[in-house]
């Protein structure tokens, strides 16, 4: 099954995130299918990125998104 999920980037206590479409078996960090945006958790604002038609396209062939990516799919559905 393919899962929608935050893969870690960046540097100790300095964490940078992509958003990214992979086997639900792989590890958290491992080889991913597609990434849709990016999420930075340290920045001020908006701090994330992502391209909704990628996402859609994911779910509607049954991906599933994990919580902090369902929320940030629901924040930017609100602000379009």
């Known amino acids: 099954m393919v899962a929608l999920r935050l893969t870690r980037q ?9 958003i990214v479409a992979v086997d639900s078996r792989k590890r958290r960090d491992g080889r991913y299918i597609e990434q849709l945006g990016t999420y930075n958790p340290m920045a001020d604002g908006e ?16 991906a599933k998104p994990s919580g902090t990516v369902a929320s940030i799919i629901k924040k930017v559905r609100t602000a379009s």
């Open 10 to 18: 960046g540097s100790k206590d300095r964490p940078y995130y992509k």
């Open 47 to 62: 701090n994330y990125t992502l391209d909704l038609e990628k996402a859609d396209k994911w779910l509607g062939v049954g």
